[in-house]
């Protein structure tokens, strides 16, 4: 390929990103005001309506993060100190973490208000917020020391080109990790994720089934014309459904592109392409809760009536 054809696709790429993060970042925070202003009329939020403001306020603040460290590794300007770089990487590192982590709880929640009476884990509705909190307190304190390793290794890239250092930003490099230390770092991921993962797994199953059984119960005791439009809960599942099945093929879809980035070491442009993929769902779910929540998709009518 030649230079100029990777000149344009690395431009090509550049903006992809940075239009993905305006997208996310507006999107993200139209969420957000909605539901504070809906919170503003209600004399009690519902949880779930509190940890999806949560879920958006952490993916907000996960693009900004990201939009500026972007605008460090492809536009030439002032050069960052070390403790900027450890800032804002090691803040960034956390929100990486916390965002999987809310979504698997935001989940859990979901499917514990969703279940029926007879279900077992109706014991668990009036108990599920707090403990959610309390998970996601936990989860927190541990990837805040998890991600601590990045206060020691990443400094500010000196004048000198070494091999050894690894490349993060044009102000921020990465000193080079021990085989133990690399390991016992993809070894921690790898639990982590693969944890969420069989949560995810687990709790959207248990949706299905959920669905399945409220389709056949419809079925059964109303005509077909009295049972086709949907019930609340019933679009709650699915939102929740296509919510999981959207993280699922975008991790799926991630680790495919990290792994062929560190096997064919195609340099900037599979880097620049992970980065797009690993930001999608904090782009594209925020629409998701707008097209699908009815009050959302009513207070925006309203402010779109009266302007």
């Known amino acids: 390929m030649s230079k100029d054809n990777l000149l344009h696709i690395n431009i090509n790429m550049k903006i992809t990103l940075f239009s993905e993060l305006g997208v996310g970042i507006s999107a993200n925070s139209f969420l957000i005001f909605a539901h504070l202003c809906m919170f503003l009329g209600e004399n009690r939020p519902k949880p779930i309506d509190l940890y999806i403001v949560f879920l958006s306020l952490t993916q907000l603040m996960l693009l900004v993060t990201m939009g500026l460290i972007a605008v460090d590794m492809f536009m030439s300007g002032g050069r960052w100190d070390s403790t900027t770089c450890q800032s804002l990487i090691y803040f960034h590192g956390l929100l990486r973490g916390l965002s999987p982590s809310a979504t698997c709880l935001l989940n859990v929640l979901w499917t514990i208000t969703l279940s029926p009476r007879s ?28 991600t601590s390793h990045l206060f020691i290794s990443i400094i500010a890239s000196p004048n000198l080109t070494l091999d050894n250092f690894m490349y993060v930003t044009q ?16 070894i921690a991921i790898a639990i982590r994720e693969a944890f969420l993962i069989s949560l995810i797994a687990l709790t959207s199953g248990y949706m299905v089934a959920l669905l399945w059984r409220h389709k056949k119960q419809a079925q059964h005791l109303y005509s077909t014309s009295l049972s086709s439009k949907a019930s609340p809960e019933q679009r709650a599942s699915r939102t929740i459904l296509l919510l999981m099945s959207l993280f699922v093929v975008l991790y ?56």
């Not at 799926?252 to 797009?276: A, D, P, W």
């Open 119 to 146: 279900s077992c884990l109706t014991k668990f509705k009036h108990k599920s917020p707090h403990h959610i909190s309390c998970a996601f307190f936990f989860l927190c304190v541990l990837y805040m020391s998890f």
């Open 252 to 307: 799926i879809l991630e680790n495919v592109v990290f792994h062929s980035r560190m096997k064919f070491k195609y340099g900037s442009t599979f880097y620049c392409v992970q980065i797009i993929v690993s930001h999608s769902y904090a782009t594209v779910s925020p629409f998701m809760f707008i097209c699908t929540e009815k009050r959302t998709i009513n207070f925006w009518g309203s402010i779109c009536g009266r302007m």
């Open 171 to 186: 102000s921020c490099s990465h000193l080079p990790m021990s085989y133990y230390r690399k390991s016992m770092f993809f």
